[in-house]
């Protein structure tokens, strides 16, 4: 069992910037896939980005450009940068580890974009 802890949300002007990240309690060296999704207010949690062995990144068209996810095996940390935030990315932002055999969640942040 692994518990995945995002952190990092909060309150930011249009056009500004965050850093979410997302501690787990064991190593995440065995997770080939490590993503991030968001769920606003009445809609459906979207996936937004993904990090797979090799490092190699995906992200879903509505972040492309904007936000980049980075992993660190080392810390057993993931990471959400965030920039030129709208407010339509206002939203839970959580993070997910899978493997072959099993999938973790964190409990998520929230992210406001607001002036």
């Known amino acids: 069992q692994v518990q995945l802890v995002e952190s990092g949300g909060g309150l930011v002007q249009p056009g500004g910037s965050l850093r979410l990240s997302c501690v787990a309690s064991?190593?995440?060296?065995?997770?080939?896939?490590m993503a991030w999704y968001r769920q606003a207010p009445g809609k459906e949690r979207e996936w937004i980005g993904s990090i797979i062995t090799g490092d190699i990144t995906s992200y879903a068209d509505s972040v492309k450009g904007r936000f980049t996810i980075a992993r660190d095996n080392g810390k057993n940390t993931v990471y959400l940068q965030m920039d030129s935030l709208k407010p339509e990315d206002t939203a839970v932002y959580y993070c997910?580890?899978?493997?072959?055999?099993?999938?973790?969640w964190g409990q998520g942040t929230q992210v406001t974009v607001s002036s």
């Open positions: 997910r580890a899978l493997s072959t055999t099993a999938s973790y």
């Open positions: 064991g190593s995440i060296s065995g997770f080939n896939n």
